[in-house]
């Protein structure tokens, strides 16, 4: 199964937008629907935004209208651009490949840390 590497979080203001990647190891064509989680402090892990490998997407009802998923399966990519962001978005995000046969979760990467302050 593919390696999962996130990047692109830090600080930012209120009202403020980041643009978070996934690199894969290997190829996510057709094999993983491809998921953004988000952990804040003493919450559960929230589903942020999925994107199926037919590029349908789906977005939790906080982030949607606000942040976009898409996919570069020939860059082995995942990114999540999020737009007018609020305190309540600061948490971990996570980067998740779901395996399309077992319906699993079966990658996850380390987590990239979102915190929106001013």
């Known amino acids: 199964q593919v390696q999962l590497v996130e990047s692109g979080g830090g600080l930012v203001q209120p009202g403020g937008s980041l643009s978070l990647s996934c690199a894969a190891s290997?190829?996510?064509?057709?094999?993983?629907?491809m998921h953004w989680y988000r952990q804040a402090p003493g919450k559960k892990r929230e589903l942020v935004a999925s994107?199926?490998?037919?590029?349908?997407?789906r977005y939790g009802p906080s982030v949607k209208g606000r942040f976009t998923i898409s996919r570069d399966n020939a860059k082995n990519m995942v990114y999540l651009q999020m737009n007018s962001l609020k305190p309540d978005d600061t948490a971990v995000y996570y980067c998740?490949?779901?395996?399309?046969?077992?319906?699993?979760?079966?990658?996850w990467g380390q987590g990239t840390r979102v915190t929106v302050s001013s």
């Open positions: 290997g190829s996510i064509e057709s094999i993983y629907a």
């Open positions: 994107i199926s490998s037919n590029n349908t997407t």
């Open positions: 998740c490949a779901h395996d399309l046969m077992s319906s699993l979760d079966v990658s």
